[in-house]
T-cell receptor
Framework: DAGITQSPRHKVTETGTPVTLRCHQTENHRYMYWYRQDPGHGLRLIHYSYGVKDTDKGEVSDGYSVSRSKTEDFLLTLESATSSQTSVYFC??????????FGPGTRLTVT | SQQGEEDPQALSIQEGENATMNCSYKTSINNLQWYRQNSGRGLVHLILIRSNEREKHSGRLRVTLDTSKKSSSLLITASRAADTASYFCATDALRYKLSFGAGTTVTVRA
């Protein structure tokens, strides 16, 4: 987990409220990723970034948006949280199509 | 959809025994990776095997890759309690993106 932090680590929010999760890296990696992890599904890619202000959708991007204004920060926003977005969210970084480095995760509960 | 699928879903072994888990995938790949996740933590990279390699070792880990069968296996020898974790295979069929399986949960009993 060294070099990658996520905040908050735990959050409980109500349906319909906006939520922003932050990922911060000190590795100067070009690529950053947001995944969600749910029982039985493994990790599923939400969005990823291949540079400052360059982002693209993953396989489960509906209901999520991202922004990357600096190399070190990658934000994930749930515009209007729903109960189906209750999950553990992981940020990861990488230098390309090789190994990725994961943060400690954020446990989000939408009530 | 997930590219990789691990088998079995769960595995319980005695300390000192070997643990073997398998991963099958659907499309051509450049590399296949294995990651470990301890409870409540992020994933940690264990080993990468390239599509032109058949076997790779790292400490007590041995990975094989059979591209004709689109499958890989991870063997952990002489297991320890600290090996208790979930193990995921990941493929890079998609550019810059990894596709993870649902994982194998390994429990090592003392």
């Amino acid at each position: 987990d060294a070099g990658i932090t996520q905040s908050p680590r735990h959050k409980v929010t109500e349906t319909g409220t906006p939520v922003t999760l932050r990922c911060h890296q000190t590795e100067n990696h070009r690529y950053m990723y947001w995944y969600r992890q749910d029982p039985g599904h493994g990790l599923r890619l939400i969005h990823y970034s291949y540079g400052v202000k360059d982002t693209d959708k993953g396989e489960v991007s509906d209901g999520y948006s991202v922004s990357r204004s600096k190399t070190e920060d990658f934000l994930l926003t749930l515009e209007s949280a729903t109960s189906s977005q209750t999950s553990v969210y992981f940020c990861a970084t990488g230098t390309g199509a090789y190994e990725q480095y994961f943060g400690p995760g954020t446990r989000l509960t939408v009530t | 959809s997930q590219q990789g699928e691990e088998d079995p879903q769960a595995l319980s072994i005695q300390e000192g025994e070997n643990a073997t888990m398998n991963c099958s995938y659907k499309t051509s790949i450049n590399n296949l990776q294995w990651y470990r996740q301890n409870s409540g933590r992020g994933l940690v990279h264990l080993i990468l095997i390239r599509s032109n390699e058949r076997e790779k070792h790292s400490g007590r880990l041995r990975v094989t890759l059979d591209t004709s069968k689109k499958s890989s296996s991870l063997l952990i020898t002489a297991s320890r309690a600290a090996d208790t974790a979930s193990y995921f295979c990941a493929t890079d069929a998609l550019r810059y993106k990894l596709s993870f399986g649902a994982g194998t949960t390994v429990t090592v009993r003392a």
